[in-house]
């Protein structure tokens, strides 16, 4: 996708590719705005005169800045650039969704949501990934109807290049909802548009357990361990499905392989308490997506 400034930094671009491909599921696209946008910015920026042109270039600057602070796991100071950018050219409604982002990255969906609605809703034409962002937010505000009406837009679209990251987000929001049987042809879709992907197989393997159907839980998880044997979700959803499947020994020694070899991250922890909660022979709970 296009952003709605030319880039700049091949470097920087570079460096925001490999982010985005390490995550892809949660952020779909960075910047998904039409080149169409940069082009009506410009023409704006033609008739207005000197300095409207200079503060778009000024916008465009603290955007670049904001992004490298972002990958920098600083989304604090990103959203301070962001919003002074924003403050230099108001009218792009893109930097909204920006702001968006980096809510989101400092674990405030409400705020995120917010603002990527502003973004969504302002924009013409629409962009489907800035509804599907939307869903993930919203789905992580707390509700689940909200995000299922952003996932339903997005796929409205045909232009959506990765709709399997909507239909993920879509069957979480429905199986929220206690709606499991649409929520499982939800996730199936979103296996079908991707069978590569680990995560949406994760996806399929909650809601199979919702379902309790145990078995076809278990194959998914599988495949996703085998598919991304790094990835410490698809690895602590095996031990979760061997759990639910009765299979604590080979469970344990899932969630152990975990606390081992990825110390430091949420799922380490997650598997710590699955093994705490197996030694007190007490439930377990799901592992995060």
Known sequence: MTAIFPKVKTASRARRALVKAKNAFKIVPVRPFSSS????????????????????????GLREI?????EDGRPADALARFQEALAKAPSEVSIKFDIGRAYHALSRPAEAARWTREACEGTRPEVPGCWNNLALFEFEKGDPAAAEKA???????????????AYATLARALA?????????????????R??????????RTHVLVLRKDYEEALFQARWAARKCPFDPRSLAWEGYARYQIGQHRV???????IVERFSGSQYAEYSQRALDALSLRRPVEEPPL
């Open 37 to 60: 946008l940069a082009i009506v910015s410009l023409l704006l920026a033609a008739c207005a005169g000197m300095p409207q042109q200079e503060a778009l270039r000024e916008a465009e």
């Open 66 to 70: 904001a992004e490298g602070l972002l």
């Open 151 to 165: 996932a339903r837009r997005a796929l409205s679209f045909d232009t959506f290049s990765e709709p399997e990251k």
């Open 176 to 192: 929220a909802q206690k709606r499991l049987d649409e929520a499982d042809a939800a996730a199936q879709k979103s296996v079908e």
């Open 194 to 203: 991707n069978p590569e992907d680990c995560l949406v197989r994760c996806v």
């Open 251 to 257: 469970a344990k020694q899932r969630f152990t392989g």
